[in-house]
């Protein structure tokens, strides 16, 4: 039976949502297909290692590398062993986040085994032959490009956290392979962990938030930045960017970036200051319920994407929103 791997990113022994996103829509996708796969989870892991969480999860197989040395992220030791992995089990098809590690990793493994990586999916789906397209944003977000990989195997897509839904499983009983990495570890132990801070997060995700503040170059550039983060504080909103706010340092990271190398965000309200609307940015909000954006130029591209579009200065605009509330 072909198999469908689901790389399971797991942090101090809790797994990340976005593993449950990626296996709701596997599932889904193959839900009418006449060949179903094998769905399996595969953990790089320390001693901590969620088994019953993951057994649970509804897969029909758990790959295991466990080794003290992959308790903790390390490029090169869980590229080589994933790789190592799928060259022993022979996966079908191998689908990681398009997280940080995972945008990392996944690259280094389909190099080394000679395949096609479809990076930042934003959709799958089956043709009639019931090979896997691949659907990302391509040319810097201009337009969608659809991928099909037709003879290298694995298949292998990176998928975009939080843009599909993660859905409750029908718990099955899994079976456990446990496979022994310790040669790998030994052989790539160059890389070594030095010390690693856990950085707790304080605010509600974006990904999460149900009201969104973002701040675009415009309002920095006019010296209005402060006040949109002031006016996202007292509405109860979560406050997000564009790249040049964490480009040009007017944030430290892109910790709350959205677009194409941002976050994916579906708030119920986005209100956008001095954000031009490229298809970069655009394409990681398009789809929040109602889209306010507050511009001093009639033509930017943001208001086309707007149910309502202020032509004004935001300066302005934030003032008497901020006396207001
Ligand atoms: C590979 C690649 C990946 C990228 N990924 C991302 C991504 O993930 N996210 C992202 O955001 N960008 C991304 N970008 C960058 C993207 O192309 C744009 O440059 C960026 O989104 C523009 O940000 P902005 O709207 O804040 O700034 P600008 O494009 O500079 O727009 C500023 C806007 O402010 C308006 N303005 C000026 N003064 C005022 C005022 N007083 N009041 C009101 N409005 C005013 C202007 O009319 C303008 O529309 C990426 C680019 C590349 C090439």
Redesign the pocket.
Known sequence: MKELWIVAEQNRGVIAASFYEILSKAKAVYASAQEQPCFAAVVLAGDEMPAAELKSSGVDKIYLASEPMLADYNPALYTAVLTAMAETYRPEILLVAASAQGSEVAPGVSARLKTGLAAHCTELKLDEQEQLHMIAPAF?GKLMGEYIIPTCRPVMASIKPGVFESVPQTAKDAELVCFDASDIVAAEAGIELVSSEEVVETELPIEKAEVLVCA????A??GNFEKVKTFAKKLGASFCY????ADLGYMPNEHA??????KTVKPKLYIG??????A??VC?MKDSGMIIN????EE?D?FRISNYKVV????AVLDELLKQI
Request: with cysteine; glycine share 24%.
């Open positions: 810097g675009g170059l415009g309002s550039v006019t564009t790249r040049p706010i970036m959205v677009g194409t190398s941002g200051f001095g954000v031009s609307g490229a970069q940015h990681g507050i511009n001093s130029d930017a943001s004004s200065d935001c300066g």
